[in-house]
């Protein structure tokens, strides 16, 4: 009976083992690539930016939501809201490599100019947290509640945070770590754009109650005055700015907007299933279909979809590690 008892204690280890030193496909160091963080199957897809081809996906244990590459272009940093760590992954080897225990309530993070400290949104603290690139926790600035959407003026090293839930938005300086002013803002705001020449912060929104955000709200960035607000229905949740154009997309109609910087139409086109993010490529613009299970990659100036690609279900967040 001993010799069965430790028979199967032995099987255990192995088990348990096998499960903890997942392998995944590598992902080699000079592919320039495109990574999407699917919540409705817990997977992570990899698109080389190159050829438009998906060349690997992740299936994962945990449900991430979103994640950043560190410096090293190497190792990918993943999170979740209702996870205790935040986990870290090698590209190159496949594996998961370390884990940063910040608890609960993680829903956002930013990799700050110079690289080395990142900026978590933390939603059960009321937070954002500053961490360095090894893991180590620097300061903690208290927001209002649920901070969600972070934006950095990169030649003044400020960080603005959006508060879900609260008609505010607060400033913090980045290299003292301290809030420096904050100003009211409208309801259910998310996503922004900073134009700093211009003194302005274009900020959109999913909208409260049965009243869905159909404007973008445009604020002055020093005295914090509403100066105007822009149409871009439905709900303009994610912001682009390139070549002198604000590329807004919103979500609630599938609707891609391209603006001059007055804020007049200049060209649209739908795209996707539920579109949540976008980002820039080069002379492109990558746009995730959460209902779809696609990405779609668009001329940014005639705004015509050049290429499609299929991954994971539910894409929530866009990735780049790119020359």
Not at 106 to 134: C, P
Not at 196 to 218: A, P
Not at 276 to 302: C, K, P, Q
């Amino acid at each position: 009976m001993k010799w069965f008892i430790k028979l199967m204690m032995v099987v255990l280890i192995l088990v348990l083992t096998s499960c903890s030193d997942d392998q995944y496909p590598s992902i080699s160091e000079d592919q320039n690539v495109l990574i999407t963080v699917n919540i409705k199957d817990m997977s992570v897809s990899f698109i080389n930016v190159d050829t438009k081809e998906k060349i690997a996906e992740w299936q994962m244990e945990k449900p991430y939501t979103g994640g950043l590459i560190l410096p090293d272009r190497d190792t990918l940093l993943l999170y979740g809201k209702q996870l205790d760590n935040v986990d870290l992954f090698s590209l190159r080897n496949g594996e998961k490599v370390s884990s940063w225990e910040l608890g609960k309530g993680i829903v956002n993070g930013k990799l700050l100019k110079g690289g080395n400290q990142i900026a978590f949104a933390d939603q059960s603290l009321h937070a954002v947290r500053f961490y360095n690139t090894i893991g180590q926790e620097l300061e903690v600035v208290k927001t209002e509640a649920n901070p969600l959407t972070l934006f950095e003026n990169q030649e003044t090293e400020k960080l603005y945070v959006i508060s879900f839930n609260a008609e505010n938005l607060t400033v913090i300086d980045e290299n003292s770590t301290k809030k420096i002013t904050s100003f009211p803002i409208h309801p259910s705001a998310a996503g922004a754009v900073l134009r700093e020449n211009q003194r302005e912060i274009w900020i959109g929104g999913h909208g409260e109650g049965t009243e869905l955000e159909s404007n973008i709200h445009v604020y002055d960035t020093v005295t914090g005055e509403l100066l105007k607000q822009i149409p871009a229905p439905l709900m303009p949740i994610n912001f682009q700015e390139k070549d002198g154009f604000i590329y807004v997309l919103s979500h609630g109609s599938n609707t891609l907007y391209k603006l001059d910087s007055e804020g007049k139409v200049a060209d649209s086109t739908k795209v996707g299933a539920n579109p949540f993010e976008m980002t820039v490529l080069g002379e492109s613009l990558i746009i995730a279909g959460y209902d779809s299970d696609d990405i779609h990659f668009i001329n940014a100036d005639t705004l015509e979809i050049t290429k499609t690609v299929s991954v994971g279900r539910g894409p929530f967040q866009l990735i780049l590690r790119g020359e």
